[in-house]
């Protein structure tokens, strides 16, 4: 009898400590799960955008303060081949909108469109938040357009000018003092028709060739506009375009290693973003071969079109 009773308290106690155990570990994986859920990621790249935004339209009125109004524009090759097309720059935005516009319907028929939006938005709060130190470090001389540039003459002026940046997202056609000056270098408009680009040529099936065909001209046209209506210098948007292409593809280039599982021998896994980006594509991975929409694709027509090319 004294070893039943013996036997019992220990069973009990085992029991006590299973019990004890399962109801901890589910709270342990929920909490985890949240921290790692796609919707987490996805908000945290959108608030760092949104916040890498704010510093650059802050960035943007602190350079159109400090920005000289009594110098000539620097030696730019394009401005001397070329006149002054003042109404390009409007077509250039225009552009921007349009293939803006694309890129939103192509994400919201997308089958990974919580990935992908989660990489575009990390992208592009990095390459704002950088163009706003290039843009506080050094101030260009006005390139010629026909934007009147006028300083703060107070500090409350100088945030409702930042105020002003940030609503109209740097676009004159939305701003109502026709746009700032002193945020030349390097071109947010490139910026955003770079990412729009990158974002059709990696993300659509192979039968949207022309798509992406098209994309590539008009891009480049936008780019040759904003040089000839003087509202950037040459080596603005060149320097934008390889610097949105290297962050974008460096990116990718780690998002594939995290999924082929070989962190430690890859060049890039020693930058400083490599443990937010590890965070972000831990259970993502780079699946660009499932570029597939949820709406209209079906795979056959779509390969018997690519066969075609």
Not at 22 to 31: N, V
Not at 52 to 66: H, I, K, T
Not at 71 to 76: A, C, E, F, G, N
């Amino acid at each position: 009898m004294m070893y039943s009773r013996a036997s019992t308290s220990e069973d009990t106690s085992k029991s006590d400590d299973q019990t004890s155990i399962s109801l901890e570990m589910p709270i342990r994986i929920e909490k985890q799960s949240l921290v790692n859920s796609e919707n987490t990621k996805l908000t945290l790249s959108l608030l760092y955008c949104l916040l890498c935004g704010l510093v650059c339209a802050y960035s943007v009125s602190f350079g159109n303060d400090r920005m000289p109004t009594n110098q000539q524009p620097l030696r730019d090759i394009m401005f001397e081949i070329t006149e002054p097309q003042y109404w390009a720059l409007t077509v250039a935005e225009i552009i921007l909108l349009s293939q803006g516009f694309v890129t939103a319907v192509i994400l919201a028929v997308h089958k990974n469109v919580r990935t992908i939006l989660k990489r575009f938005f990390f992208n592009f709060g990095t390459l704002y938040l950088l163009r706003a130190f290039c843009l506080i470090s050094t101030t260009l001389t006005f390139p010629g357009g026909n934007m009147k540039c006028q300083h703060s003459e107070s500090y409350y002026q100088h945030i409702e000018n930042f105020m002003k940046v940030y609503v109209s997202a740097g676009l004159t056609l939305f701003s109502t003092s026709g746009g700032f000056c002193g945020n030349y270098f390097f071109s947010g408009h490139t910026i955003t028709i770079t990412l729009q680009y990158l974002v059709i040529q990696d993300y659509t099936p192979k039968c949207f060739y022309l798509l992406r065909k098209l994309s590539t001209a008009v891009s480049f046209i936008a780019g040759l506009f904003l040089i000839i209506s003087r509202g950037h210098y040459t080596i603005d948007v060149i320097a934008a375009y390889y610097i949105t292409t290297r962050i974008w593809w460096n990116y990718h280039a780690i998002a594939w290693n995290i999924s082929n599982r070989n962190p430690r021998t890859f060049p890039p896994a020693r930058e400083i973003w490599y443990p937010i980006i590890y965070y972000l594509e831990e259970n993502t991975g780079l699946n660009q071969e499932t570029n597939e929409l949820r709406f209209g694709n079906k795979p056959n027509s779509c390969s018997r079109l690519s066969n075609r090319r």
